[in-house]
């Protein structure tokens, strides 16, 4: 039996414990509160993912653990660096499961990872996935990415099951790209929505937000071809029309007149898509993204929805 280390008790990180675990896993999941790890383990549910009872298999603690056969990095992308400066050095492959831009350096995850860990096996795992569907094994597919075959082979067979379809992907680049920019996406599609403009206007604006994230994954590195998979137009698909994205459901509080701060304060989770958009753009720099850039501008208070709106439809008239 082999043993994965999750680190981060979220929704996320609580559903892929249960899925390795189901994959026949020994399963560590590290909740950085004690109080909350030791709620977590005597009722074996996560509030965060009510009424999905976690498996005997999956071991709750409060300390980081120092060895394991894999360790899935699932906190949120702006606590990554600090997690990774505690973490012990396992020999372990590091798989980042976290969709975003890093504040300040502007670095993609496997960036900051390869930052701290240089000589550590890494990959990300990313795809079209809610964390509550996950957690109940319902069917789903999803990508490891990483440069390695050998990496990529050991974590589908580790991780996958009947119920949860792993694809290998080369081009972690492409990936990490998808997984940031869809959050980015699905605000804008979220605020389409409920500023009531229409599911035209949704299906434009997602399919023109899906040519920004290729344009981006090329200029940094990564394939086109990836954009056009599950972490890219998978999950941009799923994020922006899917009730339960966090993302989605900011953008529409917006459309519908909503304080951002409002509808932060009364949040417990993250909303990644906040934090990444102007590290995207400002990444981005150089490349055409004019969603993003709306998207930005307008979480920073600097342009209206209404404002945005015309914008986008004042752009130049050009072949698709």
Same mark, same amino acid.
């Given at each position: 039996?082999? *043993?994965?280390? %999750?680190?981060?008790?979220?929704?996320?990180?609580?559903?892929?414990?249960?899925? !390795?675990?189901?994959?026949?896993?020994? %399963?560590?999941?590290?909740?950085?509160?004690?109080?909350? !790890?030791?709620?977590?383990?005597? *009722?074996?549910?996560?509030?965060?993912?009510?009424?999905?009872?976690?498996?005997?298999?999956?071991?709750?603690?409060?300390?980081?653990?120092?060895?394991?056969?894999?360790?899935?990095?699932?906190?949120?992308?702006?606590?990554?660096?600090?997690?990774? +400066?505690?973490? #012990?050095?396992?020999?372990?492959?590091?798989?980042?499961?976290?969709?975003?831009? +890093?504040?300040?350096?502007?670095?993609?995850?496997?960036?900051?990872?390869?930052?701290?860990? #240089?000589?550590?096996?890494?990959?990300?795992?990313?795809?079209?996935?809610?964390?509550?569907?996950?957690?109940?094994?319902?069917?789903?597919?999803?990508?490891? !990415?990483?440069?390695?075959?050998?990496?990529?082979?050991?974590? /589908?067979?580790?991780?996958?099951? #009947?119920?949860?379809?792993?694809?290998?992907?080369?081009?972690?680049?492409?990936?990490?790209?998808?997984?940031?920019?869809?959050?980015?996406?699905?605000?804008?599609?979220?605020?389409?929505?409920?500023?009531?403009?229409? +599911?035209?206007?949704?299906?434009?604006?997602?399919?023109?937000?899906?040519?920004?994230?290729?344009?981006?994954?090329?200029?940094?590195?990564?394939?086109?071809? /990836?954009?056009?998979?599950?972490?890219?137009?998978?999950?941009?698909?799923?994020?922006? /029309?899917?009730?339960?994205?966090?993302?989605?459901?900011?953008?529409?509080?917006?459309?519908?007149?909503?304080?951002?701060?409002? %509808?932060?304060?009364?949040?417990?989770?993250?909303?990644?898509?906040?934090?990444?958009?102007?590290?995207?753009?400002?990444?981005?720099?150089?490349?055409?993204?004019?969603?993003?850039?709306?998207?930005?501008?307008?979480?920073?208070?600097?342009? /209206?929805?209404? +404002?945005?709106?015309?914008?986008?439809?004042?752009?130049?008239?050009?072949?698709?």
């Amino acid at each position: 039996m082999s *043993s994965v280390v %999750v680190i981060g008790a979220g929704a996320w990180g609580t559903a892929l414990a249960i899925q !390795a675990a189901r994959a026949g896993n020994d %399963v560590t999941l590290w909740a950085r509160d004690p109080a909350r !790890a030791q709620a977590i383990a005597v *009722s074996r549910e996560n509030p965060r993912l009510p009424g999905q009872r976690l498996p005997d298999a999956i071991r709750i603690v409060d300390a980081l653990p120092a060895t394991a056969d894999v360790v899935l990095l699932v906190v949120p992308m702006q606590h990554l660096r600090s997690v990774l +400066e505690r973490l #012990p050095t396992p020999a372990a492959p590091l798989v980042v499961c976290i969709k975003g831009v +890093e504040t300040g350096t502007l670095r993609l995850p496997l960036e900051v990872v390869a930052e701290l860990r #240089p000589d550590a096996s890494m990959a990300v795992l990313t795809g079209p996935n809610f964390a509550h569907e996950i957690a109940a094994g319902l069917p789903a597919a999803s990508v490891v !990415a990483a440069a390695d075959p050998v990496v990529r082979d050991r974590l /589908t067979a580790l991780l996958a099951t #009947p119920s949860f379809r792993l694809y290998g992907n080369d081009d972690p680049v492409g990936a990490q790209v998808g997984g940031a920019a869809k959050n980015v996406i699905a605000i804008a599609a979220g605020a389409v929505i409920g500023a009531g403009l229409g +599911e035209n206007a949704r299906a434009g604006l997602i399919t023109r937000g899906l040519a920004e994230l290729a344009r981006l994954a090329v200029v940094l590195g990564g394939r086109s071809d /990836t954009v056009m998979g599950l972490s890219g137009l998978g999950d941009l698909l799923l994020t922006c /029309t899917g009730p339960a994205s966090r993302n989605f459901s900011l953008g529409l509080a917006l459309g519908r007149g909503e304080l951002l701060a409002d %509808v932060l304060a009364a949040r417990s989770a993250v909303t990644e898509g906040v934090a990444t958009a102007p590290a995207l753009v400002a990444r981005a720099a150089g490349v055409d993204m004019p969603i993003c850039t709306a998207v930005a501008e307008l979480l920073a208070g600097r342009t /209206t929805l209404a +404002e945005a709106i015309t914008q986008l439809l004042a752009r130049p008239r050009r072949d698709e």
